[in-house]
């Protein structure tokens, strides 16, 4: 298990996890800065088997045997939100995007993140940060699950429910242009 902590923690939070990591098999990574979804794929690095599942720090997806079955080795396998929160399903079924979501539970081999990383797709350093979840997935073949109530438990932090506090990416002013820009120099990038 690799737990890849994405932004400023305190010391008695970083403590915790050292500790936590000692007792547990897993390996503790800590970037001082948040690298948004480019966490997901550095993170990948730390693994020692050759397939990775990622899974977001504000859900608990109770599919990963459903995901883990349709996984042949070739393609990423990942959910695609269903439920109250977010209705990602739908939406990519009337109008079809290039990319799918990595955070909501999702399986790969762990040699794309290697060749995502070396990829130069992009210099823009915040559209890598912001954006790599989307680029990772247009780059590599991927396949989506329908992943309903019964499969996503969100969390809650301060009494807000995962997704829906400050601090979430789609939420930000410039999300759907750095997304479009990202899209489109990852294809370009792969043609």
Avoid at 5 to 18: G, H, I
Avoid at 140 to 150: S, T, Y
Wanted: glycine residues 4%; hydrophobic residues 40%.
């Amino acid at each position: 298990i690799v737990v890849y902590k994405n932004d400023v923690a305190s010391q008695d939070e970083l403590t915790a996890l050292v500790e936590l990591s000692a007792a547990l098999d897993f390996r503790l990574c800590y970037s001082r800065e948040n690298l948004c979804t480019l966490g997901r794929v550095r993170g990948c690095l730390e693994a020692r088997c050759e397939h990775v599942l990622v899974v977001d720090d504000d859900l608990t997806v109770h599919n990963i045997p459903a995901l883990l079955e349709a996984y042949d080795g070739t393609k990423i396998i990942a959910n695609l939100a269903d439920d109250a929160s977010s209705k990602h399903w739908q939406f990519w079924q009337r109008d079809p995007k290039p990319y799918v979501e990595l955070g909501f539970g999702s399986v790969f081999p762990r040699q794309f993140a290697i060749d995502y990383l070396a990829m130069k797709w992009t210099d823009d350093q915040e559209l890598l940060r912001r954006k790599s979840d989307k680029a990772f997935t247009c780059l590599f073949p991927w396949e989506a699950m329908r992943a309903g109530p019964e499969d996503i438990t969100r969390l809650f932090h301060n009494s807000v429910e995962s997704g829906k506090d400050e601090n979430a990416l789609y939420k930000r002013p410039c999300h759907k242009r750095l997304t479009d820009d990202a899209v489109r120099l990852a294809l370009a990038y792969k043609a």
